[in-house]
């Protein structure tokens, strides 16, 4: 029986991990396929150089992948400070106000259609064990599971190394062509079927429509890159 639910447990931290780690993928690479993009666009209709193009690209990747990298350290550390602070009010209400607990898990049960000699019987059970208790109340009452201690981490390199490799796929044309908007030609079809692909695999892991999630994504990328041209050569003129 022990060996189903740690099997379970493990399932289940897995399942939350992975969810993680899409999650962290998604937010750099969508910003990463998208702000270096319009940045060398806006850039294409303003200089001659492919060499300026693709300094300031790399520049921005740079920096935009530390930038996003810290905002996702932040956002786990959040996290798992969060999920301690109510762990240990938690734990200070199991010993303090151990009667409201109970009949805060019978409600629990309560919803969950149990009959009342079965709600009093659990709720006798469960707080046998007070680790099992607080427990029970983080995922039932919070809804809270534990996060990963590394979490800060993992989140700031996965998010990091996706915005560079998707900064750096808008950029590759400018190496291989003479002139900014030639580059830009190439660059708009790569990154414009790039926004579609990583749209229609976001979506599917999301569980959003696919043809219209990636839709979305493609006219995103599409809209800022054009209103950065746009801009830019209104200003060079």
Known sequence: M???HSHTH???ED???NSDFITDVVIGMSDGLTVPFALAAGISSAVSSNDIVITAGVAEIIAGSIAMGLGGFLAGKTEVEHYHSELKREQDEVERVPEREKEEIREIFQNYGFSESSQVMLVEELSKDKKKWVDFMMRF???LEEPDGNRATKSALTIGLSYVVGGI???IPYFFTSTPIE???ISAVVTLLCLFTFGYFKSKATGQPLLSG???VTAIGAAAAAAAF???KMFSM
Do not use: D, F, M, W
Request: glycine share 8%; no cysteine; net charge positive.
């Open 2 to 4: 022990t060996h189903a």
């Open 10 to 12: 493990s399932h289940t």
């Open 15 to 17: 399942h939350l991990r």
């Open 141 to 143: 009452e919070l809804g």
């Open 169 to 171: 796929i808008p950029l």
């Open 183 to 185: 580059g830009l030609k």
């Open 214 to 216: 990636a839709l979305k």
């Open 230 to 232: 746009a801009v830019a």
